[in-house]
C-alpha cells in the first residue's frame, strides 16, 4: 500500500493553535478511499478536532485494525506514533500500548466488520477495562476491502447488491457500549462536522473509554436501493471493456439541523435514512434512560446522533490497577522487576 505526502506549503495568514501549528500541520496522507467515501470527513473531523485541542502530535498515538476505516489513521497527523494491527487485534494493541505509556492521547479508528465481528471480544474487554482511549467506529454495513459483505451492524431487511436481504438482528455498537458499562458513548454522521468535532473532542479529553460510532457512507458496495447506513453510484457510467470497477467522484453529504429535531438525509442512490439529534435538555448521566430513548428511536425508525450517555466517577483502567503515575515505558528495570525473595513470595500463593 503506497501513501502520496501532501505539499507542506500552506497560506502566511492560516490560523495557528496555542503550539503555533495550522491544522495543516495535523493531516497526513493523501487519501486513497473512493471519492465521497464518508471516512474522508471523519478524518477532516478528527483533524480539526486535534487542532482545536493544542495536542503536540508526538503525544499522539494513532491505533487501526483491517478495512477501510483503518487506513484513515494514515491521513491525519503524520508527525504522531501509530500501529497498524492484525484484523480485530486493535484494542488489545492498544491496552498494551497505554500500559506502556499512560501519558499519551490514544485514537483507536476501527470499523464494524473489525470491531462488532472479529474484534467484537476485544471491544467488549476494553470497554470492560475502562481503557483511557477514543474509540471511533467508522459504521457503514459492509465489507469494504472484501467486496461488500454484511458486517455486524446491517440491519434487517438491509439489500446486498447481490443475494437475499439480511435477515439477521444487527449488533448495535451504542447499545452494546451502554450495557457494558463504557464511560462516554456518542453517535453521529459523518456528514455533520458541526456535531462530529465537538463529540470527538469530548471522546479525547474524557478520562476513560470513549466511543464515538460515526454512520459513515460507503459508495461503492451500498449502491443499490434498499441500503440503510451506505450508499453508492449505480454503474451507469461503467464501461464493460475490461473487468475492473468504476467509482463515481461524488459531492459529500452534509447535515445540518437542531436539537431535538429530526431529519431525512437522501443518500447517493435515492434512498434516505432519518436522523435524530437528542434534545437540549437530555439527561446523558442516565444510563436507564439511554436505554429507553435509544429503543423509543429505533422503533420509530430514527438514528440518534450526540453525546448519548457519560459517567465521569467510574475509574480508568491504571486507576483501577493502582498503577503509578509514571509511565511503564519510563520507569528503570529495578523498579519493573521485583527481587527473587518477592518473586517467590508471589509464585508460592499460586502453588
Known amino acids: 500500500m503506497s501513501y502520496i505526502a501532501k505539499p507542506s506549503v500552506s497560506h502566511p495568514s492560516v490560523r495557528k493553535n496555542k503550539l503555533g501549528l495550522t491544522s495543516r500541520d495535523y ?76 501519558h499519551l492521547t490514544y485514537i483507536g479508528v476501527s470499523g464494524d466488520g473489525d470491531s462488532l465481528s472479529i474484534g467484537v471480544g476485544q471491544f467488549v474487554h476494553a470497554i470492560r477495562r475502562n481503557l483511557n482511549m477514543c474509540y471511533i467506529i467508522e459504521n457503514n454495513g459492509v465489507y469494504g476491502l472484501t467486496k461488500g459483505q454484511f458486517s455486524a451492524s446491517a440491519d434487517i431487511g438491509s439489500k446486498p447488491k447481490k443475494g437475499l436481504p439480511n435477515q439477521q438482528e444487527p449488533i448495535d455498537p451504542v447499545s452494546t457500549a451502554l450495557s457494558l458499562g463504557a464511560t462516554y458513548i456518542a453517535r453521529s454522521f459523518s456528514g455533520d462536522k458541526a456535531q462530529l468535532v465537538p463529540l470527538i473532542k469530548g471522546a479525547l479529553l474524557h478520562k476513560g473509554f470513549s466511543l464515538v460510532d460515526i454512520i459513515s457512507p460507503c459508495v461503492t458496495f451500498n449502491d443499490h436501493e434498499g441500503s440503510t447506513k451506505s450508499y453508492a453510484h449505480t454503474r451507469q457510467f461503467y464501461n464493460h471493456v475490461v473487468d475492473v470497477d468504476y467509482i463515481a467522484p461524488f459531492e459529500t453529504i452534509t447535515a445540518d439541523y437542531e436539537q431535538g429535531s429530526a431529519m431525512p438525509v437522501t443518500m447517493h442512490d435515492g434512498s434516505k435514512i432519518m436522523l435524530r439529534k437528542i434534545e437540549a435538555d437530555y439527561d446523558p448521566t442516565s444510563r436507564a434512560g439511554a436505554f429507553k430513548y435509544l429503543r423509543e428511536r429505533f422503533n420509530a425508525g430514527e438514528i440518534v446522533t450526540g453525546l448519548l450517555y457519560i459517567d465521569d466517577e467510574r475509574k480508568e483502567m491504571h486507576d483501577l490497577m493502582g498503577n503509578v503515575d509514571t509511565p511503564f515505558a519510563e520507569l528503570p528495570m529495578q523498579s519493573l522487576r521485583p527481587p527473587k525473595g518477592e518473586l517467590k513470595k508471589i509464585l508460592k500463593t499460586y502453588r
Open 27 to 102: 493531516e497526513g496522507a493523501v487519501s486513497t478511499l473512493c471519492a465521497g467515501c464518508g471516512h474522508d470527513s471523519v478524518t477532516a473531523a478528527i483533524i480539526q478536532a486535534v487542532f482545536d485541542l493544542d495536542i503536540e502530535p508526538h503525544m499522539l498515538a494513532k491505533m487501526s485494525g483491517i478495512g477501510c476505516s483503518s487506513k484513515t489513521p494514515a491521513y491525519f497527523v503524520q508527525q504522531s506514533h501509530g500501529f497498524n494491527s492484525v484484523h480485530g487485534r486493535m484494542p488489545s494493541v492498544t491496552t498494551g500500548a497505554n500500559t506502556a505509556n499512560r
